[in-house]
């Protein structure tokens, strides 16, 4: 199968033949349909995640057509259409146990702990927990989407930040994961702020539904301005990008008793940024992280989609090819773009 592969960190991508991964006995074999490309990606391409081993191939947004079953496997048959959350469970942990699949003791993800969906065919460990079955109504290319940034996002906003029509929501950081955030909150009837330093991106978090956007590179203090756009504060903010400044100010616009989610990956120069603790302590703030969804709890997001509550395919910017996404996985730490890139073409470049 044709997979694209990197050998050594930020080293160059290149497409190559290699052997099609055989499943587990408790696993599938998917044929890949589509696959995002996410900063997530680009995180492990630089070395920042001690999951990645050499050589290796990436890709944990993906979506496509179960080519065949493991011996063990009960639930699902070869010619179905799914999508798989990007952290996936063993099913027999205590975390797993409790219906917390999304952070099982003994995960696996494609695209770190093994090889990924950046290729034709990707394995997937432990079936019955972790398949996704897709509607025919949604499309791959937005399935692709949906499990990393959209399905945090939706974790992250309805259980972990319990957003309702009563709440001011501020996303700080609108690229994929913000944009989701975004419009999952704006669906629910929150008031929602978008901020970002991208003109473009907060454009588009206006379409998505963002009632106000601030520009962060033209605002000399975006705390106070959040502080007088709220009369006090937000309820709930969320730190969509994971830097330390992003961070730091979505704990500190929040208004008494409010609560930050930690959406964004603080890795590299941004791991365990400092946070304003005394504001924690004196308005007794609540603070969060979300790492994913659980597969079970797919449903109701599903729903959503299928009824244009939410919209996930209006944040796709573009499909490209995987000799394409070569190119543009070392690109992703300089926030290329405005939306989602999404591979869909894996056979040879004609």
Known sequence: MRAA????????????????PTPAVDGVLIKVEACGICRSDW???????SDVHLPHVPGHELAGVIAEVGSEVRNWQPG??????????CGACEQCVDNCQHICDQYTQPGFTQWGAFAEFVAIRHADVNLVALPDSIDFVTAASLGCRFATSFRAVVHQGRVTSNDTVVVHGCGGVGLSAVMIAAALGARVIGVDLNAQR?????ECGADVVLNAASTDDIVREILEL????????LDALGSRSTCYNSIACLKKRGRHVQVGLTLGPDTDPPVPMSAIIGKELEVYGSHGMQAFAYGPM????????????R?????????????ILPQMGSFP?????????????T
């Open 5 to 20: 592969v990197f050998e050594t960190f930020q080293g160059a991508l290149h497409v190559s033949n290699v052997d099609v």
């Open 43 to 49: 995180h492990g391409w630089m070395g920042h995640d």
């Open 202 to 206: 907060l454009q588009l978090a206006k």
């Open 80 to 89: 179905q259409r799914v999508t798989v959350p990007f952290c996936c469970g």
């Open 230 to 237: 709220t009369a006090g504060g937000a309820t709930v903010s």
């Open 337 to 349: 773009g405005s939306g989602v890139v999404v591979i869909d073409q894996f056979a040879a470049d």
């Open 315 to 327: 944040l796709i910017d573009r499909t490209v090819t995987l000799n394409a996404a070569c190119d």
């Open 302 to 313: 599903l729903n959503m989609i299928e009824t244009g509550k939410l919209q996930p395919r």
